[in-house]
């Protein structure tokens, strides 16, 4: 995530873009999606799942399309802060109260020294994230995540942080594979697993377009009603992030971009689509997108005379609409492409929020894939 990037457009873009209501699904609608089930046993243990309740629905704030937060406790008693739920990164930290950062002013900070349960570990630590970086120490605490607890958590305490100033969260929660963990610390959601907190280990996101209520990430199963049709599953390529590999990236039938095959993460901390700079050149191009700074202006009116971007994964296109790709900001309009990844072999896509506010998303820890399906 390009933090201060995007504060920049947040500032321009009011998320004036408002697509229209989609229509409420007639039973007949329903029963067909029912019918279209692929595949009758995986789908009857997720709902088993859901029947035991062990299913956790935590709402999430959409901050203008560009950051999905939520609130975590940590400590005894509890302290709050608000994290991004980050499908990119493995770490969870918080600001400590020694922080000397200027984000830590405008953020909330852990005081340690009030929570009966906090354990130190005084091992230094940083995490670096594109342009962000913190530095700080290890704990290790009781955090929650609305009725899911994870004891003797460890996590990260910031004592200095770049990139985050004005950011709408206080924290990161990874969840990507221990594999990338700092210190090869247990995350939070392999502990909660091997603590019993769910009976599946699979988490999902929901992201609402535009309003800021609505969003939600599940953990322990999955909630039927936040999609239409059936989930696809992918497997995942490598168990570091949630990557997958993309067959090809098309435009009216033209392959534009990943024409041998490339590699794609679902990252829920990125908003945009990125890709190789060159790539997203050609694309733009197409769009008949001009340059403007760090961002490619693209006329309004194109919302209506382009095609969908469609990205072919596993054997099934997953369309992304104009009206998705395109985002308002006052009287311009501006392309959600930007390039950046170039320095990643072989060819490597993300795809952020723009991509899954159209895909609900399933990540599924037990058999290392990616469920995707159109979000209601
Ligand atoms: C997080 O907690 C604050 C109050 O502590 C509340 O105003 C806010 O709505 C909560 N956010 C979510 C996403 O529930
Ligand atoms: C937290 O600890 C500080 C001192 O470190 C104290 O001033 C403050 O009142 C405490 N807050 C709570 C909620 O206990
Ligand atoms: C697709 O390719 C054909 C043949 O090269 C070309 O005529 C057409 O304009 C292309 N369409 C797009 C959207 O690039």
């Known amino acids: 995530m390009k933090w201060l990037v995007l504060l920049g457009l947040v500032a321009l873009s009011e998320c004036i873009v408002i697509l229209p209501l989609r229509k409420m699904k007639t039973l007949r609608e329903t029963l067909r999606e029912k019918n279209l089930l692929n595949n009758f046993l995986e789908e009857r243990a997720y709902r088993l799942s859901k029947r035991d309740s062990k299913i956790t629905i935590h709402p999430l704030k959409n901050y203008l399309d560009m950051a999905y937060v939520g609130n975590i406790t940590i400590g005894t008693p509890p302290q709050e802060f608000r994290?991004?739920?980050?499908?990119?990164?493995?770490?969870?930290?918080?600001?400590?109260?020694?922080?000397?950062?200027?984000?830590?002013?405008?953020?909330?900070?852990?005081?340690?020294?009030?929570?009966?349960?906090?354990?130190?570990?005084?091992?230094?630590?940083?995490?670096?994230?594109?342009?962000?970086?913190?530095?700080?120490?290890?704990?290790?605490?009781t955090v929650r995540i609305g009725n899911l607890v994870s004891l003797k958590q460890s996590f990260g305490l910031s004592q200095e942080e770049y990139g985050f100033d004005g950011a709408p969260f206080d924290g990161v929660l990874g969840l990507t594979y221990p594999s990338i963990s700092i210190k090869g610390i247990i995350p939070i959601f392999d502990n909660l697993w091997s603590q019993g907190a769910f009976s599946e280990p699979v988490f999902a996101f929901y992201l609402n377009t535009c309003k800021p209520e609505g969003s939600?990430?599940?953990?322990?199963?999955?909630?039927?009603?936040?999609?239409?049709?059936?989930?696809?599953?992918?497997?995942?390529?490598?168990?570091?992030?949630?990557?997958?590999?993309?067959?090809?990236?098309?435009?009216?039938?033209?392959?534009?971009?990943?024409?041998?095959?490339c590699q794609a993460l679902l990252d829920t901390r990125t908003s945009m689509i990125h890709g190789p700079t060159r790539l997203i050149t050609n694309i733009h191009k197409l769009m008949n997108a001009r340059h403007q700074g760090s961002e490619y202006v693209v006329s309004c009116d194109a919302v209506k005379t382009l095609p969908p971007v469609i990205f072919n994964i596993n054997g099934i296109d997953y369309p992304l609409p104009p009206q998705a790709y395109i985002t308002k900001a006052q009287n311009f309009c501006l392309s959600i492409f930007h390039g950046g990844t170039e320095t990643s072999s072989p060819e490597t896509w993300i795809l952020g929020g723009v991509f899954l506010r159209q895909y609900f998303s399933v990540f599924d820890r037990r058999n290392d894939r990616i469920g995707l399906a159109l979000a209601v």
């Open 83 to 141: 994290v991004v739920f980050d499908t990119g990164s493995a770490d969870l930290w918080v600001p400590s109260i020694s922080c000397v950062s200027p984000a830590c002013y405008t953020h909330k900070t852990f005081n340690l020294h009030n929570s009966s349960s906090f354990g130190q570990t005084h091992q230094p630590i940083s995490i670096s994230y594109g342009p962000g970086i913190i530095q700080g120490f290890l704990g290790s605490d």
């Open 216 to 261: 939600v990430v599940m953990f322990g199963g999955v909630d039927h009603r936040y999609y239409k049709g059936e989930l696809n599953w992918i497997p995942v390529s490598q168990t570091r992030y949630w990557q997958i590999s993309m067959n090809r990236i098309s435009m009216n039938g033209n392959v534009t971009a990943c024409s041998r095959g």
